[in-house]
């Protein structure tokens, strides 16, 4: 084919993993390499929870683009997407449009209210760098304001969590661990502090080993975390939210509540009209669109099935592996070689409880406590390394084994 012109959209975990490995496969005599992003950072999204719960600042979790991306090689523009039209192969952005001839969309993910009605008014999500910013910023506003109050103090040091798969979840070990630094910073006694976590089905963490899901229980609820399970979420309100359980309806008083329960795919993508499901665009086994072939989905964008014909897990190991996988894939497709189809190759899952606390299910082995902990840091670290090679690593790394 003659010089192609590939745009990609988004620099997260894929889209970035694309852009740094096509910079070393293809060269610039034989295709032009565009990544568009809104801000002229990536960030670390499994790192979110703990910026939103105050524990770690959230400049921690930027990589500058520039540090990564060769910019002899690849041209980066900072602007924001409106729409993409197909029939034109035209992106249009705020500040320009782009012609392309492959598109790599990996625009992230938005959070997924099912309707419930005011959690899009009165509920906060952890969607990226400057929300996690807002939740952290939001509890202390209501710990500053609960000590300046002579009423109207019911719910001001509630916090409730919508959802408790991995994001809730990791928050609320986070958020738990850094609340008696929070408390003696606004003189509150802890006891008067309650965090909630509202799970719909039965246990958290589901797809989780038992054993692994009973510890991660055991763990928060024993440093203060209220479980609810078997918690559907009817409607968010200004001061706090309602939730059914057995056919009975309750009420948390709340000025400070989180939703984690669910994503889709941006909104963007909703607008192409291709095929989906679950939310997210249904794929080939090459990671193009089943309608268009000049369109490649990746990361939260994209529905893939595994082996065994489950979907894949919208996560940063996979997203990484499908970032990868594409620039292989170009690569060949530019040199007039054969492509290959995804297939991908999940080691395990780690959850981080906080502090030096978490699961892992790894290699067919379950690890707890401590052991989950600096598994987790280092497969944080691994992914530095293989972004941007030992000097990212060295800048950005989590060297402590603890907390």
């Known amino acids: ?43 670390q999204t499994t790192w979110l929870h703990e910026n939103a719960a105050g ?89 500053a304001l609960y000590t300046n109050e002579k009423k109207s103090k019911d719910g001001r040091l509630n916090i409730v969590i919508g959802g408790g798969g991995l994001t809730g979840v990791e928050f609320a070990g986070e958020l738990i661990n850094h609340i008696p630094t929070i408390c003696k910073e606004y003189d509150i006694e802890k006891n008067l502090v309650k965090v909630f976590l509202l799970e719909g089905k039965d246990c958290v963490l589901s797809g989780y080993d038992e054993s692994a899901v009973q510890y991660a229980m055991n763990s928060l ?22 939730y059914e359980k057995a056919g009975s309806e309750y009420k948390i008083l709340s000025k400070s509540v989180i939703w984690t329960a669910g994503t889709k795919a941006n909104s963007i993508v909703e607008r192409l009209n291709l095929s989906m499901d679950h939310g997210r665009v249904k794929v080939r086994n090459d990671l193009r669109s089943i309608e268009d072939d000049s369109i490649y989905l990746i990361g939260d964008c994209s529905l893939h099935y595994d082996q065994n014909g489950n979907v894949l897990p919208s996560t940063a190991q996979i997203a990484m592996q499908q970032g990868e996988f594409i620039a292989r894939n170009i690569n060949a497709k530019i040199k007039g070689k054969e492509m290959t189809d995804f297939l991908p190759d999940i080691s395990g899952m ?36 293989k972004l941007g090679g030992i000097q990212l690593l060295m800048k950005k790394g989590k060297f402590n084994i603890f907390h």
């Open 221 to 242: 609820q024993s440093r203060g975390v209220e479980i609810i399970n078997d918690a559907v979420v009817k409607a968010c309100t200004e001061d706090g939210i309602i």
């Open 1 to 43: 084919m003659n010089k192609p012109h590939i745009v990609i959209l988004g620099a997260g975990y894929g889209g970035m993993m694309a852009a740094a490995k096509m910079q070393k496969m293809i060269h610039p005599n034989e295709a032009t390499i565009t990544l568009v992003n809104k801000h002229d950072y990536h960030y």
């Open 350 to 385: 780690i959850t981080s409880l906080g502090k030096d606390d978490g699961i892992a299910e790894i290699f067919n082995r379950i690890l707890f406590g401590w052991k989950a902990a600096v598994l987790k840091r280092f497969a944080d670290n691994w992914y530095l390394f």
């Open 55 to 143: 524990t770690l600042h959230h400049d921690r979790s930027k990589i500058d683009i520039k540090e990564v991306i060769d910019r002899n090689r690849i041209k980066l523009i900072l602007d924001e997407v409106v729409s993409i039209k197909r029939e034109e192969k035209r992106v249009k952005f705020k500040n320009r449009d782009l012609y392309y001839d492959i598109l790599i969309v990996s625009l992230g993910f938005e959070p997924a209210t099912y309707g419930i009605p005011g959690l899009s008014e009165f509920a906060y999500s952890i969607k990226d760098i400057n929300s996690a910013r807002l939740i952290r910023e939001r509890v202390e506003y209501n710990f």
